[in-house]
């Protein structure tokens, strides 16, 4: 079946700090691959996508590359900011198929 | 655009009732899905619309129910309230099937 794993946080980074999410995938068929981001009290928003193997979703100094070869789909930003502190979701969708999610990585970015 | 709206935003009900919670899509789009959120289980998927069909349905009892009109709005109904149904309840539209989601804010819903 078609699942996301992602990196079970929480995750605390001090501001400018080098973020790192790791997320790997299973999928029968070729998926898309997304970042969601939630903050409190709000819905999901769409944070970047890539739907092909090698390609790289970047939105807001984030990036992702999707990786075939590893089945992955990492999500990194150089330097973060305390407006950065959310929930961070991985997920993947295979045409006719419903979108699957990850658990989700809170991340905090102190000042 | 506008995006997708839900109401109500917050509801309070008591174990037994029923509730219907409504989705406004983004205009466009055909297709709405469901989603329930809980601290303990994530995100899980009820179900999906797409022109009035669905399309895909996830792991729920029959007490959660959906529907899709003609102008792509979408409701979903719970029955008989129990407490472990309290959760954020997330629509998301898109264009077509395979297409980027687009979420709401979404409906706290507790059950007293």
């Known amino acids: 079946g078609n699942s996301v794993t992602q990196m079970e946080g929480p995750v605390t980074l001090s501001e400018e700090a080098f973020l790192t999410i790791n997320c790997t995938y299973t999928?029968?068929?070729?998926?898309?691959l997304f970042w969601y981001v939630q903050y409190p009290g709000e819905g999901l928003q769409l944070l970047l996508k890539?739907?092909?193997?090698?390609d790289k979703g970047s939105n807001k100094g984030f990036e992702a590359t999707y990786r075939k070869e590893t089945t992955s789909f990492h999500l990194e930003k150089g330097s973060v900011q305390v407006s950065d502190s959310a929930v961070y979701f991985c997920a993947l969708r295979v045409i006719n198929n419903d979108m699957r999610f990850g658990a989700g990585t809170r991340l905090t970015v102190k000042p | 655009k506008a995006g997708v709206t839900q109401t109500p935003r917050y509801l309070i009900k008591t174990r037994g009732q029923q509730v219907t919670l409504s989705c406004s899509p983004i205009?466009?789009?055909?297709?709405v899905s469901w989603y329930q959120q809980t601290p303990g289980q994530g995100l899980q998927f009820l179900f999906e619309y797409f022109s009035e069909t669905q399309r895909n349905k996830g792991n729920f009892p029959g007490r959660f129910s959906g529907r899709q009109f003609s102008n792509s709005r979408s409701e979903m109904n719970v029955s008989t309230l129990e407490l472990g149904d309290s959760a954020l309840y997330l629509c998301?539209?898109?264009?077509?099937?395979?297409?980027?989601?687009?979420f709401g804010p979404g409906t706290r819903l507790t059950v007293l």
């Open positions: 999928a029968t068929g070729y998926p898309s």
């Open positions: 890539a739907t092909k193997a090698d």
């Open positions: 205009s466009g789009h055909r297709s």
């Open positions: 998301a539209s898109s264009p077509g099937q395979a297409d980027t989601q687009y």
